[in-house]
């Protein structure tokens, strides 16, 4: 060998050419290559700044992304490779000289132009590198790949003082794998560093679609999605996957491509896992029962102390390791590579999985991710734990967003397993409850009382708080309101003096049982406190998080709310119940149900019936699938009142027949039972029959129908004392209305169809004033529509005024010109009464003429008089 190639630091000698061509040659791509012009605009964008760190792990295409724009840019890039053989300062020095001439950088009268040999004197070397650098073309480009390989504290330390002031015309590029020890903080705090990560880099859909499309795949777009989603944007996963699809004739499917696919397997062992040390290698292969892990979970499965040091030294690796958010609390492993950790696991050490899967769920437990801690259990078989954690912490969560992922974990336990313990019953049970089985639940927990008796009294109170919280499931379903609330009420007690179940279960509990006893007191006719307890219900389970006892509480109230005639309130309640089930993917749920109905009786008072129809649908879809007696027999009259509406009396009158004989044995709804007469009477009277029932409002309408004033009259005056909710004052109003204008009462009739009018209005009720047929509530309408101004506009969406044009409203002083009318004063009297002017009192008279289609004083009277006016 020549002396030349035996001294590092002369610019590459002859014998050592082909070398450096290699090592300050930029990568070329492949033809056909992926266009990434999303990365192309951020290295674009790097250059504004002096130095841009491009750092991900092995295969996330961080040579190829920058060899890449720089081939489609034409930038002249000097470009160096180094490896760990350049672990010299003189060596890693001559190495940059030569990127820089190769690229034609260095111009002549450079101090580094002539240089035969780099100093070997570190402060010669730094002052040389400094003043050439700084006099090298504006926009120069260098780029330093894989710096992971340089770990000499000389190389690093003289690379770190260059970058204390960056060369102003130099723009550097630093491409590795793990974060560079290079002091780079004070460049990241001064704003002078760009950064390129994992996240940049990993494919999108579309430029992932451009690689399967190479192999000759033809994927969908959610196939696209699944794949980028698994790989998370890894270029070489992507590649792996797309050999992988394509060597089998189609056979294979996404999800048969997962980390312990041979390819991926032997990559990530050899790239990412070979250079761990050993207790690394083990803290992955142990952790990786996790899809997120913290330092204290970790510790708790490895059963050490070292946790949260190992997981920085990862993720500042980019070894796919993640951190979840800005500080080093919890972290994740990439799909692929904990596939291959799993495998790795179960081939290695295949005795220790469940007893780290044990440890896992009891960490979960503590720190009350309880989800996360079934599902650990489950994976360790350990069946009694389940049972355990399930009675004292899950089980609530079956209403609660968390429900969908709860039921997937319980169908994890084996069916044999499921009648073992009294709690694992439970387990079996909340199946039931899921899937609607509720007259097989009673069974269930009466098994698993069973299995109590020979148990300390101190062990007993879980499964006890969830047998009766099970048990109201049961009574509900079957229409008990009596046995309901009995049941509620006793557990309510049993949870005020609990003491071995945590107090987040005891809350979600106890707002399972306060709107189970608003439902009962509902329907049991004390409404007063039904609705303390359902507001009481939907706001504990709001805090509890089980957000479908909450929708189910709130859908109750606009039940109740409507039916007392409260149909604004009503309205908000259900479409905000509606809205929260709709968000949470529980549009069909049976909780939502009740919201359902209650927002379509809202939309049949406001005479909407498309909107009620609309609504109707929904809750039925709900109701079929999860049926509930009360919510059944809300369900036909809502049927029945559509009908009605609809002008089928007939098929109105069927749901009641049907409602009669096809009632559940055990229901006790005494509320509903009395709104569903009030209906079906009302329905016999749209038929022209006498309707049934003691309800004196309908009798009071049939009697007037056949002109039986005095006995309509007398049973009205029972409605007005009977009748406490808005829908029946506004019915009760109108028919009063009626009764005074047929005895001869005309303003009497118009001053109270003028109440009803206001308070129909201020509800956006409709529907009563389109049930009497009587040809006098035109004219009364219209007499409101000029006594009423402010609601003129209400009256004019009501029934069509039959044979009249619309006439304009009075105003308020109009009115009061108009009663004077009637009487012997003159204007100008009628100006000093009034404290007006006598040219006011006459313009107001004018208009009073113009409004009654009146040409003198003595018409407008008249005319007044016929309508009701006066």
Not at 553 to 582: N, P, Q
């Amino acid at each position: 060998m020549s002396a030349d190639a035996e001294t590092p630091g002369r610019v590459a000698p002859a014998v050592l050419q082909p070398l450096v061509a290699a090592k300050t040659s930029r990568p070329r791509t492949i033809r056909g290559g992926v266009a990434r012009q999303r990365l192309h605009d951020l290295l674009d964008a790097a250059l504004g700044k002096p130095v841009t760190l491009i750092c991900a792990g092995a295969g996330w295409g961080k040579t190829t992304g920058v060899s890449g724009w720089a081939q489609e840019r034409g930038l002249p890039v000097a470009w160096l490779s180094v490896d760990r053989h350049d672990n010299d300062p003189q060596v890693f020095w001559s190495y940059l000289l030569a990127a820089l001439r190769v690229a034609g950088a260095v111009p002549a009268g450079n101090p580094l132009a002539d240089l035969v040999a780099v100093p070997a004197d570190p402060r010669e070397r730094g002052r040389l590198f400094a003043a050439g650098l700084a006099r090298l073309p504006a926009g120069t480009v260098l780029v330093v790949d894989d710096l992971q390989e340089i770990d000499d504290a000389d190389v690093l330390g003289e690379l770190t003082d260059l970058l204390r002031h960056p060369p102003a015309p130099l723009r550097l590029l630093l491409i590795g794998r793990a974060e560079p020890p290079l002091r780079l903080h004070r460049l990241r705090a001064a704003g002078q560093l760009a950064e390129i990560r994992a996240e940049h880099l990993a494919f999108a859909p579309d430029e992932a679609a451009e690689i399967v499309g190479r192999h000759g795949l033809a994927l969908s777009a959610e196939e696209m999605a699944t794949l980028v989603d698994r790989t998370e944007g890894w270029a070489t996963g992507l590649q792996l996957a797309a050999t992988f699809l394509a060597g089998h004739d189609g056979t294979r499917t996404i999800t048969d491509f997962t980390g312990d696919v041979r390819g991926v397997d032997d990559y990530l062992t050899e790239e990412v896992l070979a250079d761990r040390t050993r207790r690394q290698r083990r803290f992955l292969l142990q952790t990786s029962i996790c899809e997120n892990v913290c330092a204290g979970l970790a510790d708790a499965i490895t059963q050490r102390t070292d946790g949260q040091r190992i997981l920085e030294e990862l993720e500042h690796d980019n070894d796919f390791v993640v951190r979840l958010g800005a500080k080093p609390l919890w972290f994740r492993y990439h799909q692929l590579l904990r596939d291959v950790l799993g495998h790795r696991l179960r081939l290695e050490s295949p005795a220790v999985v469940p007893d780290l899967h044990r440890r896992a769920a009891r960490w979960h437990a503590a720190n009350n991710s309880v989800l996360e801690a079934l599902a650990h259990a489950v994976s360790a078989r350990d069946w009694a734990y389940v049972g355990r954690l399930v009675t004292t912490q899950a089980a609530p969560l079956m209403v609660s967003a968390h429900r969908p992922a709860l039921v997937r974990i319980l169908r994890g336990v084996p069916a044999e397993r499921l009648t073992a313990t009294p709690e694992l019953m439970i387990c079996a049970a909340l199946l039931l409850f899921h899937a609607g089985d509720y007259d097989g639940i009673p069974a269930r927990l009466y098994a698993a009382r069973e299995l109590l008796r020979d148990r300390p009294a101190g062990t007993r109170e879980p499964v006890e708080i969830m047998s009766r919280t099970l048990q109201l499931s049961a009574d509900r379903a079957a229409g008990d309101m009596p046995a309901l609330l009995a049941g509620a009420n006793r557990l309510v007690d049993l949870l005020g003096s609990a003491r071995t179940v945590p107090v987040p279960a005891i809350a979600q509990h106890r707002a399972i049982a306060l709107n189970n006893r608003g439902v009962a007191l509902l329907w049991l006719d004390r409404t007063g406190e039904a609705e303390r307890e359902l507001w009481a219900g939907s706001y504990a389970a709001r805090v509890a998080g089980v957000e479908l006892a909450e929708i189910n509480a709130t859908g109750h109230l606009a039940l109740l709310k409507v039916m007392s005639g409260s149909v604004r309130e009503a309205a908000t309640l259900a479409g905000g119940a509606v809205e929260l089930a709709e968000s949470r993917g529980w549009r069909y749920a049976l909780q939502t149900v009740a919201a359902y109905f209650a927002l379509a009786l809202v939309r049949l008072e406001r005479h909407d019936l498309d909107g009620a129809g609309q609504a109707l649908r929904e809750g039925l879809r709900g109701h079929h699938s999860d049926p509930e007696a009360a919510q059944w027999l809300v369900a036909v009259g809502v049927q029945a009142r559509l009908a009605a509406a609809r002008g089928d009396v007939a098929a109105a009158r069927k749901f009641f027949d049907d409602a009669r004989r096809d009632r559940h044995p055990r229901i006790r709804v005494p509320a509903l039972d009395r709104w569903l007469a009030r209906t079906e009477a009302a329905v016999d009277q749209a038929a022209g029959a006498d309707p049934g029932g003691s309800e004196p409002l309908p009798l009071a309408r049939a009697a007037f129908a056949k002109g039986d004033l005095r006995r309509a009259q007398s049973l009205l005056a029972e409605v007005t004392t009977a009748e406490r909710d808005t829908v029946g004052r506004i019915e009760s109003g109108i028919l009063a209305a009626l009764l005074a204008d047929a005895r001869g009462q005309p303003v009497h009739a118009a001053d109270l169809l003028a109440d009803a009018v206001t308070l129909a209005a201020g509800e956006d009720i409709r529907r009563p004033f389109l049930i009497p047929a009587d040809p006098r509530l035109d004219a009364l309408l219209q007499r409101a529509r000029l006594l009423t101004p402010l609601v003129a506009d209400f009256v004019g969406t009501l029934r069509p005024v039959r044979g009249e044009q619309p006439v304009e409203s009075l105003s308020e002083r109009e009115t009061e010109v108009l009663r004077y009318l009637a009487t012997m004063l003159t204007a100008a009297e009628i100006a000093a009464d009034l404290g007006v002017s006598v040219n006011t009192v006459k313009a107001h008279m004018r208009s009073v003429y113009r409004k009654l289609g009146a040409s003198r004083r003595t018409e407008a009277v008249t005319l007044a008089r016929d309508s009701g006016l006066l």
